[in-house]
């Protein structure tokens, strides 16, 4: 059951970084709509609002997405920390990477 629900939270991660990623790709061709104003040799853009929530929404969707995969990689690994004790050197050090990762 656990490779079962591994993999089905791999792909629910994928899928929230792909769509992640397409929002991000919408919110520049949304900014890049907006009129440019031109005054001397400086040159800059109007704020876009939608441009800004499709933005957001890549950010919370990524930060979602990447909180899921560490905290579940993690708990799939070490339940406990009687488990820590008796895990290999290799799982200790992934179970170390990730709190140092955070």
């Not at 970084?17 to 919408?26: N, Q, T, W, Y």
């Amino acid at each position: 059951m656990a490779r079962n629900l591994g993999v089905i939270v791999c792909l629910l991660i994928m899928l929230m970084d792909i769509v992640a990623g397409i929002l991000g790709i919408e919110a520049e061709i949304a900014q890049n709509k907006v009129k440019h104003l031109k005054m001397w040799i400086f040159e800059c853009r109007d704020p876009s609002y939608q441009a800004f929530k499709l933005g957001l929404a890549a950010a919370i969707l990524l930060v979602l997405a990447h909180t899921i995969a560490q905290v579940l990689g993690g708990c799939i690994c070490i339940w406990s920390k009687q488990d820590y004790s008796k895990a290999t050197a290799n799982k200790q050090l992934a179970v170390a990477s990730l709190i140092f990762s955070w």
